[in-house]
């Protein structure tokens, strides 16, 4: 159990790190678009689309880390009325959906990205499956994070708790 810990904190630190250069990365090319198009009157071809991917990208990735990080919205209302044993039922039902839909993702995520590896993006001129490749690749993130989670108690921060003013 050791190992899977230190993989897994490895693996999140690797992700969040691609995320963030990612992130900076998105917020240059932005800034070169709009500098360009402003004082030169010309917008590169490639600026648009290597922004739309790399949004696609942080936003599926992001997703994967807010399960890791128990950050989605949650309806508790009729589930914390139930007893106990069956909130704890719910809750390990929920988290094996989470590892399913991952699996999912892997599967039809790897189908998609094989199937559209003969077409190419215009502007960057990139393979089109560079862009489809963060759905399996968040789908991996997504299961191993799942699996992580049916280790700890609950699916969601509990955010009833009072905030005591200093």
Known sequence: MNLFKKIVSLLNKMLIGIVLTMLGSMAIVIII????RQFFDYTPSWSEELSRLLLVWISF??????????LHIALGLVINKLPK?????FDYFSKILIIGFG????????????????????GTGLPSSFLYASIPVSGFFLTLYGVELLFTK?????????????
């Open 33 to 36: 678009q709009v500098f360009s």
């Open 61 to 70: 990735l992001g997703i994967a880390y807010g399960v890791k990080a128990r």
């Open 85 to 89: 044993s069956i909130q704890h039922l």
């Open 103 to 122: 699996i999912m993702m892997i599967y039809y995520g790897y189908q998609f990205v094989v199937l559209m590896g003969a077409s190419t993006m215009p």
């Open 154 to 166: 609950g699916l969601h921060q509990d955010l009833t708790e009072e905030i005591s003013e200093v």
